[in-house]
């Protein structure tokens, strides 16, 4: 398990030396850079009172918390309410690219209110993640921001029935009817494909994730949609095991070597599988972009870097770290959870990885 904590530093001895402790902004602080009574801005801090408070004046309150760093006394709240003022968050790959800014967005959220996230990393198994769950709990977290949820029946299930508070991030947990914060996939995907009939292509592939992963079936649904749309488009889902550089290289060369099926246009379901995708060709020989075009999902750090750079799809990750926060805290103060679902804007980009189709196709190489 790792634990992250915000917030300044208290002041400690190490080896004989003082480590001075970094002021702590005051209410009152906050109160006078947002021009409000301190009271006012206690209130537009707190979740469970925030509601009794203009709408603009907690985005001001908000925006002087932050700008002075303020981080509300976490030990003296949870004394008086009973409660951790700890959020457990699970993510399915801490190496994965794509979560540390989500966490990020959790953490801007969080702190200002005086909590902290405890962070857990399943390795993509359902058993990780029941372990997490349950050594989250046992740490008695109020409730949990969980990142790897899978469509068959796993833990996430029974704390609902358990009435536990969750908000799903990024994946769904199949019927299971928490909150759930995500990019809208089908929108993505529909502009990936566009993009590439615009530019000629008319033989595409998907290189989807495992099934049970909801992102992976969703972003496969919304290509096969996308390409029965357009007349002369012919599209192909394949699957590969994880959602990992090598699983994308494996999952691509068995096409590659079958040079007969004339695909041009690749849309991997995320970054990575779209570098494992670029290897592959790589190790065949065949030239991105001017044998063939590859797009990816998620935008994560660097993609602008790839060789070639990589189009594809940006997801809002902070954003959606910070709403899935938003969510449960109101939750936790006493709002009502509903089975709502999230959709934040994706949008694409592109960059060198993607140009005009090969006249004769892939079978002329």
């Known amino acids: 398990m790792l634990v992250s904590f915000g917030g300044a530093k208290s002041s400690r001895t190490m080896r004989g030396w003082r480590v001075a402790e970094a002021r702590r902004a005051t209410i009152a602080e906050v109160a006078q850079l947002a021009g409000v ?18 709408a603009d004046t907690v985005l001001r309150v908000e925006e002087a918390a932050k700008r002075l760093g303020y981080v509300p006394n976490a030990l003296a709240r949870g004394l008086r309410t009973r409660n951790s003022m700890t959020i457990g968050v699970v993510i399915p790959d801490i190496t994965n690219p794509f979560f540390p800014p989500v966490v990020r967005g959790i953490e801007a959220h969080l702190q200002p209110h005086g909590y902290s996230a405890l962070i857990a990393n399943t390795d993509g198994f359902a058993e990780g993640e029941s372990g997490a769950l349950r050594s989250l709990l046992d740490r008695r977290v109020d409730g949990l921001i969980v990142a790897s949820g899978q469509r068959e029946e796993t833990a996430i299930a029974e704390l609902y029935r358990s009435g536990v508070k969750v908000v799903l991030l990024n994946r769904d947990a199949g019927p299971v009817p928490y909150p759930l914060v995500a990019g809208n996939d089908a929108s993505g995907i529909a502009a990936a494909v566009e993009s590439l009939v615009e530019l000629g292509h008319r033989r595409l592939v998907h290189v989807a994730g495992p099934m049970s992963i909801s992102t992976s079936a969703s972003r496969a649904q919304a290509f096969e949609a996308s390409c029965s749309a357009h007349e002369g488009v012919v599209g192909t889902v394949v699957n590969a095991d994880a959602l990992s ?16 099926h004339g695909i041009t246009g690749v849309i991997a379901s995320t970054d990575l599988i779209a570098v494992g995708i670029l290897r592959a060709m790589k190790q065949m020989a065949i030239q991105c972009p001017r044998d063939m075009s590859v797009i990816g999902f998620n ?7 790839f060789c070639p750079p990589l189009s594809t799809i940006r997801v809002p990750t902070t954003a959606m770290g910070e709403r899935a926060a938003r969510l449960l805290l109101d939750a936790l103060n006493g709002g009502d959870q509903m089975a709502e679902t999230v959709m934040l804007p994706v949008s694409l980009v ?7 189709a090969p006249v004769e196709g892939i079978q002329q190489l």
């Open 245 to 260: 550089i090598e699983a994308g290289r494996d999952a691509m060369l068995p096409l590659l070597r079958n040079r007969s």
């Open 37 to 54: 009574h301190a009271g006012t801005a206690s209130r537009a801090l707190n979740a469970r009172t925030r509601a009794m408070v203009n």
């Open 350 to 356: 592109l960059r060198d990885s993607t140009g005009p």
């Open 299 to 305: 935008d994560v750090q660097f993609a602008e870097d």
